[in-house]
């Protein structure tokens, strides 16, 4: 999937008007962002809102089919978070693919955090190093990615390839 997306409407903001949103994903995901004295900054990414933690994009809010939002960490988020939740493993046959922005299948899931439920926003892993791979929507809850061998596990969202990820801020 290409993506004619850019950086756009960049601004600083104050840590109290994205306390709401910051404590949202620290919930979710049950990790601690330590932000405080941090240059922080919001943009626009396509569709996506971008939070810029010392010019480095580590947050980002999408909307799901119904429309709903939610908080999610980037890869970038998840190289200074790797204890967050909502995670599952893929064996080492899945990376090329994912790599390529790829959906994740079931037959490359290794495990899954039991937390996880059809519908969630979930960070892909590799299976030996822990290094965040891509993020996207599962389709399954974490006890049938781990238990299943045929279908599609996750849509993927945002991956290793992807000129976000790349991108210098």
Not at 10 to 22: D, Q
Not at 42 to 69: F, S, T
């Amino acid at each position: 999937m290409t993506r004619d997306w850019s950086i756009r409407k960049r601004r600083p903001v104050r840590r109290k008007n994205i306390a709401p949103l910051l404590k949202t994903l620290e919930e979710a995901l049950d990790i601690d962002l330590s932000v405080d004295g941090a240059f922080l900054e919001m943009a626009e990414y396509g569709p996506w809102q971008m939070v810029l933690v010392d010019k480095i994009a580590i947050g980002v809010e999408v909307k799901n089919d119904d429309g709903e939002r939610f908080a999610f960490l980037t890869l970038r988020g998840f190289l200074q978070q790797e204890d967050a939740k909502k995670w599952v493993e893929v064996d080492h046959g899945a990376i090329p693919f994912l790599m390529k922005g790829a959906d994740c299948m079931v037959a490359g899931v290794h495990d899954a955090d039991s937390s996880i439920r059809e519908g969630d926003l979930v960070w892909i892993r590799d299976m030996t190093h822990k290094r965040p791979l891509a993020i996207g929507w599962a389709t399954l809850d974490g006890a049938e990615l781990k238990t299943s061998s045929k279908g599609k596990g996750i849509n993927t969202l945002h991956w290793v390839g992807d000129e976000l990820w790349d991108m210098e801020m």
